[in-house]
């Protein structure tokens, strides 16, 4: 009798982990649905100079918003080369969709600025911004179901 409550209790963790993992893949998977992806990041990034400005101490700044543009047009053109269907990139597809272009120039437009650098004694600024590329391949899935 002792023996098998010994052989009991060794088994015991592994019957506790393969009922935890039938419920876990009965019963979860819809919750796994809802859970949100990691992010897949797509990063620019551009330098531009201070440059002459009517307002006396706005150099800085505009070089900012200068390297934030060349910034956005980068990632602009990383999304672009995205494949989304078989060998169509996100340029193949907006190009024939505007709705589907300006939901792009949108997500590019607000992507996130997430560094800047400023560099006084070369007179620059640095900026760096990226995107989720899981945003983008939403907004496909998201097209595709609505064209169904």
Request: hydrophobic content about 40%.
């Amino acid at each position: 009798m002792h023996q098998s409550k010994g052989r009991f209790l060794s088994t015991a963790p592994k019957l506790i982990g393969l009922v935890f993992l039938a419920l876990l893949l009965s019963g979860c998977a819809g919750l796994l649905q809802g859970r949100r992806m990691q992010p897949d990041w797509v990063i620019a990034s551009a330098t531009a100079p201070y440059r002459a400005v009517d307002i006396p101490g706005r150099q800085r700044r505009e070089a900012q918003n200068d390297a934030e543009t060349l910034a956005r047009r980068q990632l602009l053109n990383e999304v672009g080369r995205m494949r989304v269907k078989g060998t169509s990139t996100v340029n193949d597809l907006v190009a024939r969709d505007p709705r589907l272009r300006a939901a792009i120039l949108d997500l590019v437009r607000t992507a996130e600025v997430y560094d800047w650098q400023v560099d006084e004694t070369r007179g620059e600024v640095s900026v760096s911004v990226r995107l989720d590329r899981n945003k983008v391949c939403e907004l496909f899935a998201s097209q595709n179901a609505n064209s169904k």
